[in-house]
C-alpha cells in the first residue's frame, strides 16, 4: 500500500466516526513492515474519555493485537498532527516515525485548543489559571521507585 492509501484508512475511519458523533475528525493507523496492524478514530465523546484520540485508540489497538507495549519498527499515520499526550504515547510507544495529514493549526481553525498545550509545554509547565503543579513529600514516591528497581522490573 501506498502512504495515500494507509493514510486514507484512517481518514475513512475518521469519517464514518465523527458521523457517528463518536468523536472528533480524527484517524489513525499503525503499520508494520507495510503491513497494516490497526486502524482507529477518536472516540472521545463516545467513550467520554478525554484520553481516546485516534493515535492512542490506534496503538491501545496495536498492542493488542501483537501482545506488546513496544511498538518498536511500527510507523504511525495520523490525519491530525498529535496532540501534546498523543506525542507522549507516541514516543513511549517507542514508534520513530509519524505521517501526517493535517498541520495543528488547521485544527485550531475549528476550534481545537492544542495549541495552549505546546504553549504550556513551551513555556516549561510553569503554574496558570489552566493548571497548577504542587509537590508534595517526595519520599513515598521515592521508595516506591527503589522497590521497583530491586525487583528488577522491566524499565519501559
Known sequence: MTNDEIMKLGIDEADRTMRENKGGPFGAVVVRDGEVIAVSSNHVLANNDPTAHAEIMAIRKACEKLGTYDLTGCELYATGYPCPMCLGAIIWANIKKIYVSGKPLDCAEIGFRDQF??????????????LKIESLDREPAKMLYAEYAKMNKVIY
Open 117 to 130: 498545550m505546546y504553549r504550556f509545554i513551551r513555556n516549561g509547565c510553569i503554574n496558570t489559571d489552566v
